[in-house]
């Protein structure tokens, strides 16, 4: 049986007849001004060292985990318990029509650890979704996954989808979510906020954690078929903290290094003078130094549809040594 009648119910042909160009956006949108602005993506990944990734199907609200079928007790205890761990919860779904349903269904659940050297995925099913209060959340933010369900050995890609937070990411996002889905099935989930509307099409790439935007088809299908780092319009390993993936990238870019587990960031200090200085090593013992400048970026831009324009801040690298 194939997954596409296995999981929802959904064909492979009705998956097709959905996969049509996304409509035009208007010039407005803020995913249309930063490509505009050229604004770089560098530095602008979420952090996260472990993701929880759990199916809802159905619709989801501005946010999703309290806005959706998903009991909004568990989603607020679910939250508590991952703040602070390094576990950040997203909802997935399948690609294609959510339906309004409320029916009890079994659930994938994925976790995934993202430090270099130490990353893994891994799969379980729950018939009750409460059955997630059991995991140790500080364990698991440690990246030890106990019992945690199958290790998974393909990576996964996950497209922000989450419409009612931004339609960028719904216009943008679907059609490339939907389209890979009818080739590459499970490796292909539409999920929840992943921050940086602006930048949609956004996808994060699991296990490794790096996040990209300005996704299309092409693009997203090269990201699971290589099994190195692409820096294009790369917003970084959340892992690291936003100025570590500026930096990470930069040395990636300078040496050409693309394996995604040689390379290890240290927590950045700043400077008298607001800079960030960031050691980057390589497990060959190669190093380097970089400096980090905040920059505030003109004009002032939306973050997000509909939002007041206003200062955004770019990772800048000043300097490599």
């Given at each position: 049986m194939s997954w596409v009648h296995s999981i929802g119910g959904t064909s492979h042909e009705s998956l097709v007849r959905m996969a049509t160009p996304p409509p035009a956006l208007p010039a407005t949108a803020c995913s249309a001004v930063s490509r505009a602005l050229d604004e770089p993506h560098a530095g602008t990944a979420a952090t996260a060292a472990t993701w929880l990734c759990v199916e809802q199907p159905g619709p989801w609200g501005r946010d999703a985990a309290r806005e959706s079928h998903l009991d909004a007790g568990l989603a607020a205890e679910l939250a508590e318990r991952a703040a602070g761990t390094g576990v950040r919860v997203l909802l997935i779904r399948r690609p294609g029509p959510h339906p309004d349903r409320h029916r009890p269904v079994p659930r994938r659940v994925y976790l995934a650890h993202t430090a270099p050297g130490r990353s893994f995925l891994r799969r379980d099913t729950f018939a009750?979704?409460?059955?997630?209060?059991?995991?140790?959340?500080?364990?698991?933010?440690?990246?030890?996954?106990?019992?945690?369900?199958e290790r998974v050995t393909s990576p996964m890609l996950l497209v922000c989808t989450n419409g009612r937070r931004d339609v960028c990411c719904a216009v943008l996002g679907?059609?490339?979510?939907?389209?890979?889905?009818?080739?590459?099935?499970?490796?292909?989930?539409?999920?929840?906020?992943?921050?940086?509307?602006?930048?949609?099409?956004?996808?994060?790439?699991?296990?490794?954690?790096?996040?990209?935007?300005?996704?299309?088809?092409?693009?997203?299908?090269?990201?699971?078929?290589?099994?190195?780092?692409?820096?294009?319009?790369?917003?970084?390993?959340?892992?690291?903290?936003?100025?570590?993936?500026?930096?990470?990238?930069?040395?990636?870019?300078?040496?050409?290094?693309?394996?995604?587990?040689?390379?290890?960031?240290?927590?950045?200090?700043?400077?008298d003078d607001g800079h960030w200085r960031v050691q980057v090593g390589h497990v060959d013992?190669?190093?380097?130094?970089?400096?980090?400048?905040?920059?505030?970026?003109?004009?002032?831009?939306?973050?997000?549809?509909?939002?007041?324009?206003?200062?955004?801040?770019?990772?800048v690298v000043i300097r490599i040594d």
């Open positions: 009750d979704p409460k059955q997630l209060l059991d995991l140790d959340f500080a364990a698991a933010g440690a990246g030890e996954a106990g019992a945690f369900g679907r059609p490339v979510a939907v389209d890979l889905a009818a080739t590459h099935g499970e490796a292909v989930w539409e999920c929840s906020h992943i921050g940086g509307h602006r930048f949609a099409a956004t996808g994060l790439l699991l296990p490794t954690g790096y996040a990209y935007g300005g996704l299309d088809l092409p693009r997203a299908r090269a990201l699971l078929s290589e099994t190195t780092v692409v820096t294009d319009r790369c917003r970084g390993r959340s892992t690291w903290h936003p100025a570590g993936q500026a930096a990470e990238i930069a040395v990636r870019e300078l040496t050409h290094t693309t394996h995604p587990d040689v390379l290890r960031v240290r927590d950045p200090e700043r400077d013992g190669r190093g380097w130094r970089v400096t980090v400048a905040p920059r505030t970026l003109t004009p002032d831009r939306a973050a997000s549809c509909g939002a007041t324009p206003g200062p955004v801040t770019a990772h």
